[in-house]
């Protein structure tokens, strides 16, 4: 096994301001204004010290210029995992974001700790939180310190007035479903949803009903069964296989779920989509390089970085954001649902 990658530590040169006054044959003040951006010096200084900076390699003392401020200009992200492609964009939307808006942002994956000693006003400006990780009372407490706070694919609980970045779950099933039943005639729709904490899936699962009540369909319990991922998709398909149950179709709460379930149904010799239709949600980047491409919802995630990000500024800056943003879903066509596209 490969050692694992590590960085010598070593000593590092310190350049100090009072060399770049030298160099730049200005006062130290001046250097100050300048690397600040404020007060008043000429055109010419301010090359002068700027070529000073960069030949001698000076790095501002940031951190203490923050300290001084009470401004950190990092953002805080927590998550429960980085394993995930879906995980994984929305990581990059929401850098992207905070870069534009003046920001770094702090990644924490420790689901398991209260978010009070991963992130907060000793280390960030504010935080953005995934889903459903954060117990209640930790959230709380992130109000009672005064820490701007957003969370994300999860809604505010009642009495914890913070901003929520969502997306319409509901109307995306309704839709994905309702193509099923209208556009090729599949009524025994199975469909495999996530952990119950999840208002993704527990909104998806709502649409889904909803679908099936407006066509008239009775919803079967025994077409309903836990499919987190890709692994527990594929158990939950065979077994419906072995047990004989009647299903000619698969809405999968997510589309690695989707994969998954393709997966089984080709070990079991079901021909997708002739025998089975299967769908997904989400429209992550695998979803149309499955076979067949994978029919689904597009659910908007650098929308919901940016947004998310766009809010917890505004609380940063001004003290005041939008309390339930909610963004709207597409229905992404392909051949898994067996259209010939």
Not at 72 to 91: K, R
Not at 180 to 197: D, K, N, P, T, Y
Not at 302 to 331: F, H, M, S
Request: proline share 6%; with cysteine.
């Amino acid at each position: 096994m490969s050692p694992p990658f590590t960085i010598q530590p070593g000593p590092r040169p310190q350049i100090r301001i009072e060399e770049v006054a030298k160099r730049a044959r200005v006062s130290p003040a001046t250097v100050s204004r300048v690397v600040n951006g404020r007060g008043k010096y000429s055109a010419e200084t301010r090359e002068r010290v700027l070529a000073a900076i960069d030949e001698l390699g000076y790095v501002p003392n940031t951190a203490a210029r923050s300290l001084a401020q009470g401004k950190t200009g990092v953002l805080g992200l927590l998550l429960p995992n980085i394993s995930t492609e879906f995980i994984s964009s929305l990581v990059r939307a929401i850098a992207a974001s905070a870069a534009e808006a003046g920001y770094d942002v702090l990644l924490s994956v420790r689901p398991e700790a209260p978010a009070r000693r991963l992130v907060g006003r000793h280390n960030t400006d504010g935080v953005l939180i995934f889903g459903h990780y954060v117990h209640e009372a930790d959230l709380q407490q992130l109000i009672h310190q005064k820490c701007p706070a957003v969370l994300m694919y999860q809604s505010s609980p009642a009495d914890v007035p913070l901003p929520s970045v969502i997306i319409k779950n509901a109307s995306g099933a309704r839709a994905i479903v309702g193509h099923l039943i209208e556009a090729h005639a599949r009524r025994r729709i199975a469909f495999l949803h996530g952990v119950s904490e999840s208002e993704d899936s527990t909104t998806r699962a709502e649409g889904y009903r909803e679908a099936l009540a407006e066509h008239g369909i009775a919803v079967d319990p025994r077409l309903m069964r836990r499919g987190f991922d890709a692994r527990e998709a594929r158990a939950a398909t065979l077994a419906w296989v072995r047990e004989g149950a009647d299903f000619d179709a698969i809405f999968a709460w997510c589309d690695h779920a989707a994969a998954g379930a393709m997966e089984a149904l080709r070990a079991a010799g079901k021909r997708v989509p002739v025998e089975v239709s299967v769908v997904g949600f989400d429209d992550a980047p695998s979803a149309r390089h499955l076979e067949p491409a994978l029919t689904t919802v597009r659910a908007p995630t650098d929308g919901v970085g940016y947004r998310a990000v766009q809010a917890l500024v505004d609380l940063i800056q001004t003290g005041k954001a939008e309390r339930r943003i909610e963004l709207p879903t597409e229905l992404i066509v392909r051949r898994s649902c067996g259209c010939d596209l």
